[in-house]
Structure formats: C-alpha cells, structure tokens
C-alpha cells in the first residue's frame, strides 16, 4: 500500500502543479486583455502552440501527415474557436474566476443539452 503511494507521488505531483497552471491561466488571460484584442491574443496563442507542436512532432520523429479534412474542421470549429471565442467575449465582459467556472460546467450543459434534444439520459 505506501509502495504504491510513492509510486504515484510524482503523477500527483504533477497533476496537482497542472492543476495550478491552469488555473492561474484564466488570471493571465483576463490580465492579457488589457492589451491585446480577443482576437489577437488568441491568434497569438494558437501561433505559437502550433509552432511548438510542430517542433515536438519533429523532434519526436513522428509523420506530419495530417488527418481527414473535414472531421478535423467543422471539430476544429466547434470545439476550439467558437469555445475560444465565447471565452474571450466572457473574460472581457467579467472576472476569470466566474468565467472559468462556467467554462467547466460545460460537460453538464452537454448532458442537459442531450436529455432535451434526444431524449438521452446518462445511466451508470
């Protein structure tokens, strides 16, 4: 059992210091805003992510062939830029800690959302 525990120290560890950046990411987001646009700044964020993705991918030796378009686009879309937009709207309009809180309860107003579109409710 204690075995076991110091085992997983480290991923603790490190999920706890994730946990941290994270977090404090929605203050240096509110805080960016101050000088750059929404649009800008999330330009600049997903230029340099992509930047570094690529350099990771080269690194790694892993193939930059990329996959099936359209999946890929309208996910792309959705997920990244209409939620990154509403993020940005959200931030300039109020504090990030009620902004992050409400970003997360996304999950539940899916399966809300699901119930009243399709009649689906979550079962165990």
């Known amino acids: 059992m204690i075995a076991s525990a110091i085992s997983r120290r480290p991923a ?9 950046i994270w977090s404090y990411n929605w ?25 570094v993705l690529f350099a990771l991918l080269v690194l790694r030796r ?10 890929t686009l309208w996910i792309g879309l959705a997920q990244t830029t209409g939620f990154q937009l509403l993020v940005q709207a959200a931030l300039l309009a109020g504090g990030a800690g009620r902004t992050a809180l409400l970003a997360y ?8 959302m699901n119930w009243l579109a399709f009649g689906q409710w979550p079962t165990r």
């Open 12 to 20: 603790l560890l490190a999920l706890g210091a994730l946990s941290l």
């Open 105 to 112: 309860t996304m999950p539940f107003w899916v399966v809300l």
């Open 62 to 71: 892993r193939p930059l062939r990329p996959p099936p378009l359209w999946p």
């Open 27 to 51: 203050i240096v987001m509110k805080q960016a805003l101050a000088w750059a646009g929404p649009i800008t700044f999330s330009a600049w964020r997903y230029g340099l992510g992509t930047l």
